[in-house]
């Protein structure tokens, strides 16, 4: 469920998958008493038939104080942020625009589910490394730890994240001028490493060349 106002809408739940999946590492943050705790985790985001996320999936150490937290009080908020740009003024033709700042992300509300079964959590590694290795010239399989895969799961506890409230954003320039557009999209093809949030920009501004 996508709750509310927001100007920067995703175009399509594939690409909150898609940002999750490069983005994987999330935080996650609860709230108990007006006491925060914050983990950073990778998660893997497992989609319905509609193509929306339903659930994430990943494992904390067992010894984390985060897992006491979410045993008490299981809704948390997760943060995943994706591509993303200073705007500098310096780049664009018109001197009175003022920066800004160019960013994807989503912010999910869900209710953790602390599996114990020794099953899950072998499907929840296997994933994960499989996702995290997939490409790789010499990929590392979960079967390699051998024996010590009996020493290590112990002090692992797997997770399933449901999703009840979910909010996207994609600010990428959409309701820029179209001069200003293009003097933004010249001036953050000469910043190194910017090409992902350049590709992303360009899949949310194809109106411009409907113009």
């Known amino acids: 469920m996508i709750t509310g106002i927001n100007k920067y809408p ?45 659930r994430l999936v990943g494992h904390f150490a067992r010894s984390n104080p985060h897992v006491g937290v979410l045993r008490r009080n299981p809704r948390a908020l997760v943060l995943f942020r994706g591509e993303h740009s200073y705007v500098s003024p310096s780049w664009v033709s018109d ?6 700042w160019n960013h994807t992300g989503v912010q999910l509300v869900v209710d953790f589910e602390l599996k114990e079964d020794p099953q899950i959590l072998g499907e929840v590694l296997r994933d994960m490394v499989d996702a995290m290795e997939a490409g ?43 001069q200003i557009y293009h003097d933004i999209m010249a001036g953050l093809s000469q910043q190194a490493g910017a090409t992902p949030l350049v590709d992303w920009m360009k899949r949310y501004n194809t109106h411009r060349d409907k113009a």
């Open 10 to 54: 995703p175009q399509n739940p594939a690409d909150v998958a898609e940002l999750i999946e490069r983005h994987p590492l999330a935080s996650i943050i609860s709230c108990n008493d007006g006491d925060f705790t914050v983990t950073p985790l990778p998660l893997r985001a497992q989609i319905g038939a509609d193509g929306a996320i339903r």
């Open 95 to 100: 001197r009175t625009f003022a920066p800004t």
């Open 136 to 178: 790789r010239p010499n990929p590392w399989h979960v079967e390699e730890t051998g024996a010590r895969y009996a020493k290590i799961t112990p002090h692992i506890v797997a997770f399933h994240a449901h999703v009840r409230e979910m909010k996207a954003v994609f600010k990428l320039g959409q309701d820029e001028r179209p």
